[in-house]
């Protein structure tokens, strides 16, 4: 038998054991039979013995077929407007990727500023911040825009995996990927799970967070880390070229090669500015986000910047709406059939005592942390997240502060291992960094996020009148 086949009968086993196991009281039975499922599915995102499209299918089949949810039930999942609000954004991606966009901000970015290695690293930053609103994939911001220019850099300074790294390639690998897992925790679009988070905080508290609160949220505290990422960085693994005069050469060479910005980047860069400001101001307008970023994804098909050839090869985005819509029916389902509520209950009674600001406090730490034993920031979310929220508010915490001290750590959790999150493998991979020192600055860089996500962002949301 394969490993691959392992896994999978490890998935089901796990699923029926579950399913067999005496029902705790207080739970309907149609309640613990749907976690069975949720749980098995969860491993499955884990394990990947199949694709996790592939598993979500597979799951929202079972939930119907077994009777625990109504087929309409199962499959309501993938008619949710943020999903699709996801769905748009990996389009806008596209856009970037296709027409050039992306690598023209980041190179007009670095001849502006890239004459040493810690402006580079602040040049890749800050080409990073401009355009993970309108990604959705951290892997592919990463692994589409900045990874090919930040390997194209340090190979033209000649620095190399293994003796050479640590002349400027090992700094530029570590701050770029450090900085992207803080961007993707900064707006609900900069990341899938943002959205997947936002989707089932709804359903635990009733309380729904617009685009433009996240980002107002969230700005503050993440212009702070992204300020001090670079610098951090810079200080722990510090590069042996400290002056890059040639890297504005470098990026002039490219942008001349690149030519005058074309139609379609004019088309996809005026959209984006659009779709932003509308966001922005969406709670005057009373325009819904999703509606909007498919608006704009319209714009890019008419003005021919993207075609629908690329819309429907857009694998990321169909299989995102597949498994996140599976998620958030079996995530509809546990809340309607009261198992969210039970599982609150019984972990508030072990935080009895406590005030609500120290269970919370213990709550951030373990959702924080436990993502050591996670390689996607999706099927953490999806484990974790709902019912957190759900303790945090029954212990008394205010909704909102509940919600968004546990949903900004999302992209947060990436910065940990080397197998964290998608574009980790991808930055590990280049051979520039070893998995102590990964781990080690990835261990600092979190305490350093969080603890400025949470006390100043908190006192930010304060001020904002958020809780």
């Not at 970037?96 to 670095?110: D, P, Q, S």
């Amino acid at each position: 038998m394969t490993k691959k086949m392992q896994q999978l009968l490890l998935v089901f086993v796990v699923g029926a054991v579950i399913w067999f196991l005496p029902i705790p009281d207080g739970v309907k039975p149609e309640a613990w039979h749907l976690f069975a499922i949720f749980v098995a599915t969860i491993i499955g995102f884990i394990l990947h013995p199949l694709p996790i499209g592939a598993i979500a299918i597979i799951a929202a089949a079972l939930s119907g077929f077994l009777k625990v949810l109504k087929p309409a039930e199962a499959l309501k999942g993938y008619g949710d407007a943020t999903i699709w609000l996801i769905v748009s954004a990996y389009l806008f991606a596209l856009g970037f990727v296709k027409t050039g966009l992306g690598k023209r901000i980041a190179y007009n970015i670095m001849a502006a500023i890239g004459d040493s290695s810690l402006k580079l690293g602040y040049a890749m930053a800050l080409s990073d911040l401009v355009v993970s609103p309108a990604t959705p994939s951290n892997t592919a911001r990463a692994g589409g825009i900045l990874f090919p220019i930040v390997k194209s850099l340090a190979v033209a300074f000649k620095s190399e995996p293994g003796d050479t790294a640590r002349k400027i390639g090992s700094y530029l690998m570590s701050s770029s990927f450090q900085v992207n897992c803080i961007t993707s925790s900064m707006f609900i679009t900069a990341v899938a799970p943002n959205a997947l988070a936002v989707s089932l905080a709804a359903k635990a508290t009733g309380m729904e967070i617009s685009w433009a609160q996240w980002a107002m949220a969230c700005i503050v505290p993440g212009l702070i880390c992204v300020a001090l990422a670079p610098l951090i960085v810079y200080t722990l693994y510090p590069p042996e070229i400290k002056h890059t005069p040639e890297a504005k050469e470098i990026a002039n060479n490219e942008l001349k090669a690149m030519g005058k910005m074309s139609k379609a980047e004019k088309i996809v860069l005026f959209v984006f500015l659009l779709s932003l400001a509308l966001w922005a101001t969406a709670s005057f307008t009373k325009l819904n986000a999703t509606m909007i970023a498919m608006v704009g994804v319209g714009i890019m098909l008419v003005g021919g910047a993207i075609e629908w050839d690329d819309v429907i090869s857009q694998k990321g985005a169909w299989d995102t709406l597949i498994w996140m819509g599976t998620l958030m029916a079996l995530a509809s389902g546990l809340n309607k059939l009261g198992l969210i509520k039970w599982f609150a209950n019984l972990v508030a009674g072990y935080l009895t005592g406590y005030s609500w600001v120290m269970a919370l406090g213990i709550l951030i730490v373990v959702y924080m942390w436990s993502h050591y034993a996670f390689a996607s920031l999706s099927a953490h979310v999806a484990a974790m997240f709902q019912a957190f929220v759900a303790v945090a508010v029954g212990a008394g915490a205010p909704p909102f502060l509940a919600i968004m001290s546990l949903a900004c750590l999302t992209g947060l959790q990436g910065s940990l291992t080397h197998y964290a999150t998608g574009p980790a493998p991808i930055y590990f991979g280049a051979g520039y960094v070893s998995q102590n020192d990964w781990w080690k600055i990835g261990f600092i860089m979190s305490v350093i996020n969080v603890a400025i996500f949470i006390f100043i962002g908190g006192m930010w949301w304060k001020v904002l009148g958020y809780w």
